[in-house]
C-alpha cells in the first residue's frame, strides 16, 4: 500500500516524465490549440486479427531468467513488488501472489516466483486464513500463461458448518469455518 510519502515521490517522477513527453501528431492523432490550451484527437480504429489486449499479470518484460508483470491488483491492492524484477528458473515455476489478511479482508500483496504450488489451505474457525497464496500463472518450457487475465478480487467465505454436541443458549448450534473465495 503506498504511503502519503511514497504517493509523493511516485506523483513527482510522474510529473516529471509527462512534462518531458512532447505529443505529436501521427496516423489517426490530431493535436489542435484552444484557449484552454492543446487537446488530442484520436481516430479509432479495429483491431485486427492476431493483436491481443494487454491484461493484468501479463509477463512483459523478459530476459533468459528474469521477468516483469503488467501491473494488476490483488483486493483492491498493488502488490508491494509490482515492479520488481523477478528471477525464475528454466524449469517449471509458477507466479504467486502472497497475500497477508485480517481474517476478513487482504491488508497486503507481494509476488514471487516458486518452483512449487502452494499447498491447498485449510479452513479455519471464526474468520478466513491469515495467509492466502494465489496461482497467477505458470512457466513452462520459456512460456508464461496468465491463469486470471483480470485483476483478483478476494472476500472471506463460511465453507463448513460442524454441528456443536452441547451448545449453551448464548452460541450458535454449529462451528463457523471458513476460507477465501477468488474470483
Given at each position: 500500500m503506498l504511503t502519503?510519502?511514497?504517493?509523493?515521490?511516485?506523483a513527482q517522477v510522474i510529473d516529471?516524465?509527462?512534462?518531458?513527453?512532447?505529443?505529436?501528431p501521427g496516423k489517426g492523432v490530431t493535436i489542435s490549440s484552444g484557449s484552454g490550451g492543446q487537446s488530442v484527437s484520436v481516430k479509432p480504429?479495429?483491431?485486427q486479427a492476431g493483436n491481443s489486449s494487454v491484461s493484468p499479470f501479463d509477463f512483459i518484460g523478459v530476459t533468459s531468467t528474469t521477468c516483469q508483470f503488467q501491473p494488476g491488483t490483488i483486493a483492491g491492492l498493488i502488490p508491494t513488488n509490482m515492479f520488481a524484477t523477478l528471477t525464475f528458473s528454466s524449469a517449471t515455476s509458477y507466479l504467486l501472489a502472497t497475500c497477508t489478511t485480517s481474517g476478513q479482508k487482504v491488508t497486503a500483496a507481494t509476488l514471487s516466483i516458486d518452483s512449487s504450488v502452494p499447498s491447498l489451505p485449510i479452513p479455519t474457525v471464526g474468520?478466513?486464513?491469515g495467509t492466502l497464496y494465489i496461482v497467477l500463472g505458470t512457466f513452462?518450457?520459456?512460456?508464461?500463461t496468465n491463469f486470471w487475465g483480470q485483476s483478483i478480487a478476494c472476500s472471506p467465505k463460511e465453507v463448513m458448518r460442524v454441528p456443536k454436541s452441547s451448545p449453551t443458549a448464548f452460541e450458535l448450534p454449529f462451528t463457523s469455518y471458513w476460507d477465501w473465495s477468488v474470483y
Open positions: 502519503p510519502q511514497s504517493w509523493e515521490m511516485v516529471a516524465n509527462f512534462r518531458e513527453c512532447q505529443l505529436q480504429s479495429p483491431v474468520a478466513a486464513p513452462v518450457s520459456s512460456s508464461f
